[in-house]
């Protein structure tokens, strides 16, 4: 390398950078604003046509010229001109928050140059819709304009002619770009990685690198260090900016990088990368293939997509949705998507009801039991939703081990047990004050502790033994944990508390 340090273009590389510049708003509130603004231009639009047409009912003039026409003079042009200031996630948002028929003019106003960033911004339910609305040339121009890494982001809900015509437009080098994106799993590194990155040799000085980055155009996004490789693409390290910046220019690379930081195999866990990001407070780090060769970035903007997803997607599993829902999709799809844990609720609703037919005769003859059976159980899964939230929160950070599990179990029963006293106490109390001329008054106090205190029991180890269940089953800790622990503090806490009546009433 030595020998060829007069030409810079050998040092190193960097892949074409080719994303335009985007807008970024001023404040965090200016989507919301913007979102009411949009609804408000379009409920004028709404008022003008309906006006427009009204007035020309008895005039023979062809609907379609007569909607263009009121597209043109009614201010959709306003609107076009309002959505072009917005960035790209702006307007993802604002499409988001509109009914389909309206969304639709919206994204129809939407400059064709900006279509590909805005279907990457849109959640997965409104892309689709989009995607419907448009042809099959207005789809190719969308994506042909993205880098590799965002197309394959993308092919899952294209259409397949559309994905082999713009594969075919692709240079070699994109398309081998795509088809490694395409070939990792959805949840892996190589699945989120960038390939857009910058890369010298380490024999170099830094005034030589430099210079090399000057000639560039621009740089990637979030280039915080650029990545050293020997003439295999081997990774040797990384130099941060701030180093090569700081020292002094005749300082080779190989004295001023970090040889020791994170580095990513493409086949790593993303949301495992995603909490190496925020312990480490990282920009971006590199990912190499099995044989150690540099082969793409992860960046902080990726992560943080990773991030709110699966926020999202344990949100989501916790109230029993089966995926991401457009809030604006028809009532049969909606209501599809809610089906399968509402028919697990009711399968356990009837369970406990049959619970609780098993102690008829008990009920029959004290009648407050009916009244005050509902607070055990909605006290303990109250209590247990807490300890399942703290227990998939631990297991989705990796805190929670073989070797401290037994001692975290042990804390919790703690826990319950003493909230269970406490609160179970207070409740006794007033159950014995509402019912204390009632000769069952003192027995339904202590009935109401007990029970308290067993069914707190119950949700501490159902809150603690299913998300570990589910982990050790390869599952989502947070699918049906909140459904599993409704029915069980249900169920039980009836059981709990009519079977302990039943012994105090004989």
Same mark, same amino acid.
């Given at each position: 390398?030595?020998?060829?340090?007069?030409?810079?273009?050998?040092?190193?590389?960097?892949?074409?950078? $080719?994303?335009?510049?985007?807008?970024?708003?001023?404040? /965090?509130?200016?989507? $919301?604003?913007?979102?009411?603004?949009?609804?408000?231009?379009?409920?004028?639009?709404?008022?003008?046509?309906?006006?427009?047409?009204?007035?020309?009912?008895?005039?023979?003039?062809?609907?379609?010229?007569?909607?263009?026409?009121?597209?043109?003079?009614?201010?959709?042009?306003?609107?076009?001109?309002?959505?072009?200031?917005?960035?790209?996630?702006?307007?993802?948002?604002?499409?988001?928050?509109?009914?389909?028929?309206?969304?639709?003019?919206? #994204?129809?106003?939407?400059?064709?140059? !900006?279509?590909?960033?805005?279907?990457?911004?849109?959640?997965?339910?409104? !892309?689709?819709?989009?995607?419907?609305?448009?042809?099959?040339?207005?789809?190719?121009?969308?994506?042909?304009?993205?880098?590799?890494?965002?197309?394959?982001?993308?092919?899952?809900?294209?259409?397949?002619?559309?994905?082999?015509?713009? !594969?075919?437009?692709?240079?070699?080098?994109?398309?081998?770009?795509?088809?490694?994106?395409? $070939?990792?799993?959805?949840?892996?590194?190589?699945?989120?990685?960038?390939?857009?990155?910058?890369?010298?040799?380490?024999?170099?000085?830094?005034?030589?690198?430099?210079?090399?980055?000057?000639?560039?155009?621009?740089?990637?996004?979030?280039?915080?260090?650029?990545?050293?490789?020997?003439?295999?693409?081997?990774?040797? +390290?990384?130099?941060?900016?701030?180093?090569?910046?700081?020292?002094?220019?005749?300082?080779?690379?190989?004295?001023?990088?970090?040889?020791? +930081?994170?580095?990513?195999?493409?086949?790593?866990?993303?949301?495992?990368?995603?909490?190496?990001?925020?312990?480490?407070?990282?920009?971006?780090?590199?990912?190499?293939?099995?044989?150690?060769?540099?082969?793409?970035?992860?960046?902080?903007?990726?992560?943080?997509?990773?991030?709110?997803?699966?926020?999202?997607?344990?949100?989501?599993?916790?109230?029993?949705?089966?995926?991401?829902?457009?809030?604006?999709?028809?009532? #049969?799809? $909606?209501?599809?998507?809610?089906?399968?844990?509402?028919?697990?609720?009711?399968?356990?609703?009837?369970?406990?009801?049959?619970?609780?037919?098993?102690?008829?005769?008990?009920?029959?003859?004290?009648?407050?039991?009916?009244?005050?059976?509902?607070?055990?159980?909605?006290?303990?899964?109250?209590?247990?939703?807490?300890?399942?939230?703290?227990?998939?929160?631990?297991?989705?950070?990796?805190?929670?081990?073989?070797?401290?599990?037994?001692?975290?179990?042990?804390?919790?029963?703690?826990?319950?047990?003493?909230?269970?006293?406490?609160?179970?106490?207070? /409740?006794?109390?007033?159950? #014995?004050?509402?019912?204390?001329?009632?000769?069952? +008054?003192?027995?339904?106090?202590?009935?109401?502790?007990?029970?308290?205190?067993?069914?707190?029991?119950?949700?501490?180890?159902?809150?603690?033994?299913?998300?570990?269940?589910?982990?050790?089953?390869?599952?989502?800790? /947070?699918?049906?944990?909140?459904?599993?622990?409704?029915?069980?503090?249900?169920?039980?806490?009836?059981?709990?508390?009519?079977?302990?009546?039943?012994?105090?009433?004989?």
């Amino acid at each position: 390398m030595a020998e060829q340090l007069h030409d810079p273009q050998d040092l190193g590389s960097v892949q074409p950078h $080719s994303e335009p510049s985007r807008k970024v708003p001023r404040e /965090a509130e200016d989507a $919301s604003r913007a979102l009411v603004e949009v609804q408000e231009m379009l409920r004028r639009h709404r008022l003008a046509v309906d006006a427009a047409q009204r007035q020309h009912q008895s005039q023979d003039l062809d609907r379609d010229l007569l909607v263009e026409d009121l597209v043109e003079r009614r201010g959709l042009d306003e609107l076009g001109a309002r959505l072009d200031r917005l960035h790209p996630a702006d307007v993802a948002y604002i499409l988001e928050g509109l009914p389909l028929e309206e969304r639709l003019i919206a #994204w129809d106003l939407v400059k064709a140059e !900006r279509d590909g960033e805005i279907l990457l911004e849109v959640s997965d339910a409104v !892309r689709e819709s989009l995607i419907e609305s448009m042809d099959r040339h207005e789809l190719v121009d969308a994506v042909e304009s993205l880098d590799a890494d965002e197309i394959a982001d993308l092919v899952p809900d294209l259409p397949r002619d559309v994905v082999e015509e713009v !594969r075919r437009q692709l240079t070699q080098e994109e398309r081998d770009q795509l088809r490694a994106a395409m $070939s990792y799993p959805e949840d892996s590194v190589g699945a989120r990685m960038d390939f857009d990155l910058v890369k010298v040799r380490e024999d170099v000085t830094l005034e030589t690198v430099l210079r090399y980055l000057r000639r560039l155009e621009d740089l990637p996004d979030h280039t915080d260090q650029v990545f050293v490789v020997d003439r295999n693409d081997q990774l040797r +390290g990384a130099l941060p900016i701030d180093r090569l910046l700081v020292n002094e220019p005749e300082v080779m690379v190989v004295d001023a990088m970090v040889r020791d +930081g994170l580095t990513l195999h493409a086949m790593d866990d993303a949301e495992d990368a995603a909490q190496a990001f925020e312990r480490y407070d990282l920009v971006s780090a590199p990912v190499v293939d099995p044989q150690g060769r540099l082969i793409g970035r992860l960046t902080v903007a990726e992560v943080v997509d990773v991030i709110r997803e699966q926020g999202d997607y344990e949100l989501l599993s916790q109230a029993g949705l089966r995926e991401e829902e457009d809030i604006f999709a028809s009532v #049969w799809n $909606s209501a599809k998507n809610r089906w399968l844990w509402l028919a697990v609720n009711l399968c356990t609703a009837f369970f406990a009801s049959r619970v609780i037919g098993a102690f008829e005769g008990t009920i029959e003859r004290v009648a407050a039991l009916a009244a005050l059976m509902p607070i055990v159980a909605g006290i303990a899964g109250n209590s247990g939703n807490q300890t399942m939230t703290l227990m998939v929160r631990s297991l989705a950070f990796g805190q929670i081990t073989e070797a401290n599990a037994r001692r975290l179990m042990a804390k919790e029963f703690a826990i319950a047990g003493l909230n269970g006293l406490v609160w179970g106490g207070v /409740a006794g109390l007033i159950a #014995w004050g509402l019912y204390r001329d009632t000769i069952e +008054g003192p027995m339904l106090g202590v009935t109401m502790m007990l029970a308290m205190v067993l069914n707190l029991l119950v949700g501490a180890l159902i809150g603690m033994v299913v998300p570990l269940l589910l982990q050790r089953l390869g599952r989502d800790p /947070a699918i049906g944990s909140s459904v599993l622990l409704t029915f069980s503090t249900d169920s039980m806490g009836f059981f709990i508390f009519l079977g302990l009546a039943t012994l105090f009433f004989r």
